[in-house]
């Protein structure tokens, strides 16, 4: 009940209002609050604001639940022999403090056994205007090293040309100021050394190699979701927990 209570909108929206009014009050009795204080004041209370209040835009009223999407289109940079992957990254987060659950679905690769496994990661960057270089480095708002990065997905190994896999317990998120929307996922050629390589790139970017897909991460609604999992059920290529 309490809880309840904390989390609704009327009380967020009270707490807002009484951290609104409060530098007036800190100014009107102290006479010492200047310029910068009340910038600085105002600046927190939009944090405030921003990790308080859901982002209606995109939560379901009912579920609390976001969905994000990106749509794998290959590089442009692709050599003749390379393959040209498309696919799905879908994402499902409860608001506020879910962790966030994955859907890989992506085709293109060689139907040959024994492949090793493509890296997967979020990029910092959701801009495709020179390719999938655009996107840049590694999400990394916490000046890690990798593995540690939030969109660190790991190494996902193809079965008959295709990857299907679903995976939860996420460390990137959908809410808040770190939230991934509007940042890439980056599908390598190569194999994640996840930070074991003995060299600089490795502590970046596990010497992944070169990028043969990427999309830019964007609000879906649960209909895209909905379909993977039945994807994922009825062609039984992997356990949906795996
Ligand atoms: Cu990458
Ligand atoms: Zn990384």
Known sequence: MYEKVLNSTMFKSCLLAFLALSPLCIAGDTGNTNEEQLKDIQQKLNDLWLNLLPPQAFVTRHERTAYAACELRPSFKLEADEPAVT?????????????????????????????????????????LSE???????????????????????????????????????????????????????????????????????SLENGNAGKRLACCVIGISSSNLWEKAVQTLLTEKTSSPFR
């Open 131 to 201: 390719g999938c270089d655009s996107t840049v480095g590694h999400y990394n708002p916490f000046n890690v090293n990798h593995p540690r990065h939030p969109g660190d997905f790991g190494n996902f190994i193809p079965i008959n040309g295709k990857i299907r896999r679903r995976k939860g317990n996420l460390q990137a998120t959908l809410f808040g100021p770190y939230s991934v929307l509007g940042r890439s996922i980056v599908v390598h050629k190569q194999e994640d050394d996840l930070g074991k390589g003995d060299n600089p790139a």
């Open 87 to 127: 696919g799905q990254v879908l994402f499902k987060q409860t608001y506020p403090h879910g962790n966030l659950d994955a859907i890989f679905l992506l085709e293109g690769f060689p139907t040959i056994d024994n492949q090793s496994g493509r890296a997967i990661h979020i990029h910092n960057l959701g801009d």
